[in-house]
């Protein structure tokens, strides 16, 4: 898997200029940040032997659809630890429910459904020892697919056309994607990061990744925590798509573009800025955020 992505125009604002990079149309089922951190991880269970790749998520995991595509691609059998026993009760009605899972099934994932409580311990040693034995000693990549091999892949995000901008924004999950980014900027670049969940503890996970000081991080945008959405920015991404063609996710880019439209609207950027924003993918969790804001009585994401 080699691709390049392009970077799109969007719009001019306050004297600045805001562009995309369209990292979510990479791959139709393995784009954005998750293949850039699948890649390399792909590479070295291979060169290891192994035919089996095992990761954790939650229900409407991104990782674990991608995780569960990549490895059809590439010829491994996927195992998906998910949080959640209560799913597994009912694999049929569940798969119905769920379009996540149901994608991640249909590319040929074997599921292990777990307690809430087990899964806080899928990084204790007792655990993975336990996993490796009942699934043929896999090749086991992290929740989120956050890790060394992770970073490096992200670091090819930006190429050379893009030391032409003075920020680079990008959502953050894990703090993978946003590192690797970090270690690529260029010294005239300042890289802003967008959390998805709240707490302070991201600064930490970055910091232990990246040897720059040339970034921030923005938490005002999160919307109440990971997966917390509200009408404005449904609303947001909605008029966003309208306007521009460009669809957003509701977990991660599409937080990060609302936040980057509010810091435009208030000047925080100098005059003549130009900005270059990272589509992180994760589309295909629309359909599912789309359930439960139906239930909710909530608008859809268009």
């Not at 600045?16 to 139709?28: A, N």
């Not at 996540?100 to 204790?124: I, N, P, Q, W």
């Not at 063609?245 to 980057?260: C, E, Q, S």
């Amino acid at each position: 898997m080699n691709f390049t992505s392009k970077n799109q125009f969007v719009f001019e604002q306050n004297g600045c200029t805001l562009f995309i990079k369209r990292e979510d149309e990479l791959h139709p089922t393995v784009s954005g940040n998750k293949f850039r951190k699948l890649k390399y991880n792909l590479l070295q269970a291979r060169a290891l032997g192994h035919d089996t790749l095992l990761t954790f998520g939650g229900a409407y995991s991104n990782h674990i659809a991608a995780t569960a595509a990549a490895g059809k691609l590439e010829g491994f059998k996927t195992v998906g630890v998910i949080r959640g026993e209560e799913l597994g009760r009912d694999l049929k009605k569940t798969l119905a429910q769920n379009p996540t899972l149901a994608f991640a099934h249909s590319c040929g994932m074997e599921f292990h459904f777990v307690t809430r409580a087990e899964y806080k311990e899928k990084d204790e040693l007792r655990f993975r020892e336990s996993v490796k034995k009942t699934f043929n000693n896999p090749f086991i990549i992290p929740e989120g697919g956050t890790n060394a091999l992770a970073i490096k892949g992200c670091e090819e995000i930006l190429t050379t056309e893009d030391s032409q901008f003075d920020y680079i924004s990008c959502p953050i999950g894990t703090a993978g994607t946003i590192s690797g980014i970090i270690n690529s900027a260029g010294k005239h670049q300042k890289v802003l990061g967008f959390p998805a969940l709240k707490g302070d503890w991201v600064r930490d996970e970055v910091a232990q990744y990246v040897d720059s000081e040339q970034w921030e991080i923005i938490a005002d945008y999160h919307c109440g925590g990971y997966a917390k959405v509200n009408r404005e920015l449904i609303t947001f991404i909605n008029d966003f798509k309208d306007a521009y063609g460009i669809p957003l996710d509701p977990v991660y880019t599409g937080k990060m573009l609302f936040g980057l439209s509010d810091l435009m609207n208030r000047g925080y950027f100098p005059e003549n800025s130009r900005i270059l924003a990272i589509h992180t993918g994760g589309l295909q969790g629309i359909s599912g955020m789309n359930t439960r804001l139906a239930k909710k009585g909530l608008p859809l994401i268009q």
